[in-house]
């Protein structure tokens, strides 16, 4: 028990030692870059505890249940009457009485007339 405690005093103290002989070779900037380090590194450690923690319980649960079996339902059948195929005679012959243009055919366009803008007469050539 005792050769333990030795051991870890020793242990520590060299490593106090080695980190004090460094800090007063480093550079401010550079001392300032390694606390960071060393302080964002243990500002992960509490989520990363967090993480591991959800996880390990996310493992130890059943993943998959099965679902209440459920009575079979009626199955209802439903079904559109055909749609009727000749138009009422009141509404033929008032499509056949309107104009043609508005029984759905395109009327004629006017004849479209385009200018080129730069290019050469043709009396010119």
Known sequence: MKAKVIITIVCASFAITLAVAIAYRLSSEAMAVILGVLVGVM???P????IAWI???SLS???YTQPAPQ????KIVVVQAPAQQQMPTGLANAQQMRPRHQQ???QAQPERKFTIIGGADVEDM
Do not use: C
């Open 47 to 50: 989520t990363s505890l967090l």
């Open 71 to 74: 009575p079979p339902q009626e």
């Open 55 to 57: 996880y390990n319980n």
């Open 43 to 45: 500002a992960s450690i």
């Open 104 to 106: 759905g055919y395109p």
């Open 61 to 63: 649960k059943p993943r």
